[in-house]
């Protein structure tokens, strides 16, 4: 049976850090920056009928998410860069285990220590291709504080539904910033739990044979008798070293997200019905992208705003739609490569006016940083 903590329900002023705790509860059912997180759920799980668990490093708060969930539990951890870093082995053990889980990274500033307290957006490749060999993730980006409550939710549901690590990339911006905020009520947003065998205990097959998808999954002690492995494996768990079987296990990781790609992704847009110069942001960025967007409106310009929230699997098809008719593009993001404008010039191709606007110094980028990209004469 579902345990619900009832939430406050007046509008009341919430950290992202705390949101994101609350949201996991809701659901359902951690280092520096996300330090919030861990002492919210240490206060409130147990009141709850939940569990909160110290562990000694970031490799083993993993696995013992991994357990708790392989269990049958809800289970999440919370960390930042470094941690977040230390986390890959385990994290990869979940997708070859098709493992629901939820990971929390509050980004910050490095490499290494770096400036250990302040905001960056450079893990968003680390986060899709951390791990060794084929495999996929989802990640979620929070723009706000109550984005990280409903995202929180929704990150269990597709870890739920699909059977996948989900990872909250949030930053250090929006785990810290609060604002006003209404928990919604019991039952009004979706809570998604995992399907279970149906019939009597007994011994079942943890993985479906079909590449696309997501068998039902018991928890240990519940009666049924499965294995779960990390090498490869069938549809039984049991490792098995055939070609073909490996090619079908790589095959159904990503086929079960990619027949469902339309659900997974979520973008929010901004003034684009006639937009001319289209902005893609994402987490905090957002922010300053849409009032740089407002901003360049009341100088004549039109500009509009792609909220990427969904950023792996990355959001193709909506920039391709919206870029299609505008003729500049322009990717705020808070790190130096410009990781996520890698992946709209490989969308959009050599040809599109792409401007990057990048900052890696610990700072915010500002409206008038994105609105310098225009060479707008900004204020």
Known sequence: MRRVRQLQREPRLIQGNLAMAEG??????????????????ARILPQSGGVYLQMEDEIASLAAV??????????????????????????????MGEVPCVVIDVQRSGPATGLATKPAQSDIMQVRWGRHGDQAVIALS?????????LMVQAFNLAERFRVPVVFAAEEI?????????????????????????????RCEPFARDAGAVAPVPAFGSGFVFHVSTSMHGPDGFSNNDPAVAAWKVERLHRKLDLHRDEIVMTREFYTDDAE?????????????????????????KAG?????????????????????????????????GQAALEVRRILGP????RRVNKYNGRIIAPRDVLAALDFPAK
């Open 305 to 337: 705003l792609l909220q990427l929230i969904t950023i792996w699997p990355f959001p193709d098809r909506e920039i391709a739609a919206l870029a299609e008719k505008a003729r500049t593009v322009v990717v705020p993001e808070m790190n130096y490569a």
């Open 66 to 95: 991994v357990g708790a969930s392989l269990a049958g539990a809800k289970a999440f951890t919370a960390t930042s860069g470094p941690g977040f870093s230390l986390m890959q082995e385990n994290l990869g053990m979940a997708v």
């Open 277 to 301: 110069v289209l902005f893609i942001a994402f987490g905090a960025v957002t922010r300053a992208a849409r009032a740089a967007a407002l901003e360049a409106r009341k100088n004549g310009v």
């Open 174 to 202: 929006v785990a810290h910033m609060r604002e006003n905020f209404v928990s919604p009520a019991p039952g009004e947003i979706e809570v998604v739990d995992r399907k279970a065998p149906q019939g009597p205990p007994g």
């Open 351 to 354: 040809e599109k006016d792409i």
């Open 24 to 41: 996991a509860l809701y659901a359902g059912y951690p280092i520096t920056l996300s330090s919030e997180i861990a002492s919210e759920c």
């Open 142 to 150: 929070p723009s706000s504080a109550g984005e990280c409550f409903c």
